[in-house]
């Protein structure tokens, strides 16, 4: 059975032990060297995750017969609009529906927050892309930017509308 919760700052050490089961194995092909380490102590620290959480992003974990395997977090962007900051499943769980499960529940917490749109970013290369469009997102915009230490991220903007019955 799937269930979620939102995190607290007492959940930081699971989003961190998650984090490490994913990020490597997905990004250390698509990223230069170097990178992943930056990244995932730039978005993935202890402190990192204490000031997103104290800063407003909520966080929230999904479970698959009580045993974590994910984690995301949301942001309201601007009145109505709120980015999909981070959607990550365990690769033992991928293919099975729980991401998608777990992207209808965000949609819908978002929906009941008042949201109309969801934003996220992904990388171009990155097949996830396609999970993403298969769940009701559309590339609204390509963009590079430049996240310090010599590194970039070159991404899509996707964006999925909210209502109802989304």
Known sequence: M?????????????????????????????????????????????????????????????????????????????????????????????????GRAFIEHIANEILQAGGTAVYLQVKKTNPARFFYEKTGYSIKEEVVLDIGNGFVMDDYIMERKLTENS
């Open 2 to 98: 799937t269930s979620f919760h939102k995190a607290t700052p007492e959940d930081i050490p699971l989003i961190r032990e998650l984090c490490l089961q994913v990020w490597p194995q997905t990004y250390s092909s698509m990223l230069p060297p170097g990178q992943v380490d930056y990244m995932l102590e730039l978005m993935y620290s202890e402190k990192s995750l204490q000031e997103q959480m104290v800063s407003g992003v909520c966080f929230f974990i999904v479970s698959v017969d009580k045993v974590p395997v994910g984690f995301a977090s949301w942001t309201e962007m601007e009145a109505r609009k709120f980015k999909l900051e981070k959607l990550y499943v365990l690769p033992s769980q991928q293919g099975k529906g729980t």
